[in-house]
C-alpha cells in the first residue's frame, strides 16, 4: 500500500532541516542584526553610565592576535568590513586583567591602528577616547595617543560630545597634558574633584587611569605652594569618587611627607582617618606595595610616608594609653620620644577598656581591629602596652609603679603581638624577670626613681636608639 508521504512526495530528514535552516538568514543580513543590537545595547549601556563591550570581543582579538604575526595583508583580508573593525576598535585593551598581553600593548598595534584608519569613521573617537583614558599607563599608550590626536583635530563636524572633545584636546594629547589640566584647575580655582564636569565627561569615568596622573600632577602642584592646606580636602573628596587604590597611594604619599613638618595636628588626623580607609593600616605592608611603574624614588618615597603614618598613629595611642587607661605623664612623655622607633603595637586590656578606646574620637574602629588585644587572667587594673621596636618586644604595664619588660624577638617566651588575646603571664613571664643592666639584653624594669635614665641607657646600648 503506498503511503501518504509517498503519494505527497514528502521526506522529513530533521537533521538535513536544521543543516539548511542556517542559511536561511544570509550573512550581510545576520551582520546587520547583530550591529544594530549591538548600538541598542550600547545605548542601553549608555543610560546606566557603563558601556557595554561585544560578547565576541575574546574571539576578535585572538583572530587578530594570531593573523598579525603574517602581516597586514593577511588582516586586511579578514578585518574586511566596517562592522569588523568596529569590533577591532573595542578589542584593543583585551583582556583587561592581563594588560601585557593586550593589542595595546603589543608590537602589533601599528597594524591595528592601520586597519581602523583604513574604514575610519568618526564615530570610532569616542570608543578611542574611552580607551585612551582608561588604559593611560599602557606601554602602547603613546601611539594611540598621537592617533586620537590627529582624529580629534581632523574632526569638523557639528557632534556637540565631539567638539567638547575637541575643545578640551590638548589636555588629552599634548605631552605634557595632565600637569596643563591641573594648572588650569588651580588658575580657574576650580576643584580637582570636579574634574569630570570640567572636562564634560561622565560620572562612569571617574576611575579611569588618566585621572591617576591628573591628581597625582595637581598634588604635586599645590604641595608647593605656601598655602597648601587649602587644597587637602578638596584631593580627599577627588580621591573617594576616583577610589583608586594606586592613585590613593600617590597623592596621599606627597601630602603625609609634606606634614611632617610643622604644626598640622588638625589636617593629620584628617589624613589617618582618610588614608585608613583609602589604603589601610599602615602596619600592613601588604596593603602599602608600590604601584606598577613606580621608580626608586617613588617607592622611597612611599616607604617614608607609611613610616610617618604610623608613628603618628603610634603618639596618638600612646597619648590616649597613658592618658586614659593609666594617668603616667613621665611614660607617656618617655615613649613618645621614641615613637619613631616603634614600628608596631598593640594594647592589651579588657573588654570595657575596649569599650572606652571606642568611645574616643581620636580612635577608629579599624584601627582597633588591628591595634587592641584582650589581656586574660588578669586583674581590672591590669593593661599593657606592648611595642615592636627593632629585634625586641616591650611591654609596659599600666598599673602604678607596673614593670616594664624586654624581651628579644627570637625568645620562645616572647609575646607573640599578633596573637588577639594574651595572658597576663605570656606578658609578664616568669622566666624573664631578671633586671634589665647594661650587660643583661632582656628582663624587667621597675619604675622607680631613676628609671628613664636606666631605660635610656639601656636602649642605647643594645638597640643604638
Request: hydrophobic share 35%; net charge positive.
Amino acid at each position: 500500500m503506498t503511503s501518504a508521504k509517498s503519494l505527497l512526495n514528502f521526506y522529513f530528514d530533521p537533521n538535513q532541516f536544521a543543516a539548511d535552516a542556517r542559511y536561511i538568514i544570509s550573512r550581510k543580513t545576520r551582520e546587520s542584526i547583530e550591529k544594530v543590537t549591538e548600538a541598542l545595547a550600547d545605548i542601553a549601556a549608555k543610560n546606566q553610565g557603563n558601556k557595554r563591550e561585544p560578547s565576541d570581543i575574546g574571539e576578535i582579538y585572538q583572530t587578530f592576535m594570531a593573523l598579525a604575526p603574517k602581516g597586514i595583508e593577511v588582516l586586511k583580508q579578514e578585518f574586511d568590513t566596517l562592522y569588523k573593525v568596529r569590533k577591532l576598535v573595542r578589542s584593543l585593551a583585551y583582556p583587561k586583567e592581563n594588560p601585557k598581553l593586550s593589542i595595546l600593548s603589543s608590537a602589533f598595534l601599528p597594524l591595528a591602528l592601520q586597519i581602523i584608519n583604513k574604514y575610519w569613521r568618526d564615530g570610532m573617537l569616542g570608543g578611542l577616547f574611552r580607551t585612551l583614558l582608561q588604559n593611560w599607563s599602557y606601554p602602547g599608550i603613546e601611539r594611540l595617543r598621537r592617533f586620537v590626536g590627529e582624529k580629534i583635530n581632523r574632526y569638523s563636524g557639528n557632534n556637540q560630545t565631539l567638539l567638547v572633545l575637541k575643545h578640551k584636546a590638548p589636555f588629552y594629547i599634548e605631552d605634557q597634558g595632565t600637569i596643563s589640566l591641573g594648572l588650569n584647575l588651580i588658575q580657574n580655582q576650580k576643584k580637582l574633584s570636579e574634574v569630570w564636569q570640567y572636562l564634560d565627561l561622565p560620572d562612569s569615568m571617574k576611575g579611569y587611569e588618566y585621572f591617576s596622573t591628573v591628581g597625582e600632577a595637581f598634588t604635586s602642584l599645590v604641595m608647593r605652594k605656601q598655602q597648601f592646606e587649602q587644597y587637602i580636602p578638596d584631593i580627599l573628596e577627588f580621591l573617594k569618587q576616583h577610589r583608586t587604590l594606586d592613585t590613593s597611594k600617590k597623592c596621599l604619599c606627597k601630602i603625609i611627607l609634606k606634614l611632617q613638618n610643622g604644626d598640622h595636628s588638625e589636617l593629620r588626623e584628617r589624613i589617618k582617618v582618610s588614608t585608613l580607609e583609602l589604603i589601610g593600616d599602615p602596619i600592613r605592608d601588604d596593603k602599602w606595595l608600590p604601584w606598577a611603574g613606580a621608580n626608586e624614588t617613588d617607592k622611597s618615597d612611599l616607604k617614608k610616608a607609611q613610616t610617618i603614618l604610623n608613628q603618628w598613629l603610634t603618639q596618638q595611642f600612646i597619648v590616649i594609653f597613658f592618658e586614659k587607661l593609666t594617668m603616667d605623664e613621665d611614660r607617656k612623655a618617655f615613649w613618645l620620644h621614641y615613637s619613631r622607633h616603634i614600628s608596631n603595637f598593640k594594647i592589651y586590656g579588657h573588654r570595657q577598656d575596649r569599650v572606652q578606646l571606642s568611645g574616643d574620637y581620636r580612635i577608629k574602629e579599624e584601627y582597633l581591629k588591628t591595634h587592641f588585644g584582650f589581656i586574660k587572667n588578669a586583674e581590672r587594673s591590669q593593661r599593657a602596652f606592648v611595642m615592636v621596636v627593632k629585634d625586641y618586644v616591650f611591654v609596659e604595664f599600666s598599673e602604678c609603679g607596673g614593670a616594664f619588660y624586654a624581651y628579644r624577638k627570637t625568645n620562645p617566651i616572647c609575646p607573640d603581638i599578633l596573637q588577639d588575646s594574651l595572658s597576663i603571664h605570656a606578658l609578664r613571664h616568669s622566666k624573664n624577670r631578671k633586671p634589665l643592666t647594661s650587660i643583661q639584653n632582656e628582663g624587667r624594669l621597675s619604675h622607680t626613681a631613676g628609671w628613664k635614665c636606666s631605660l635610656s641607657r639601656w636602649l642605647k646600648t643594645h638597640l643604638e636608639i
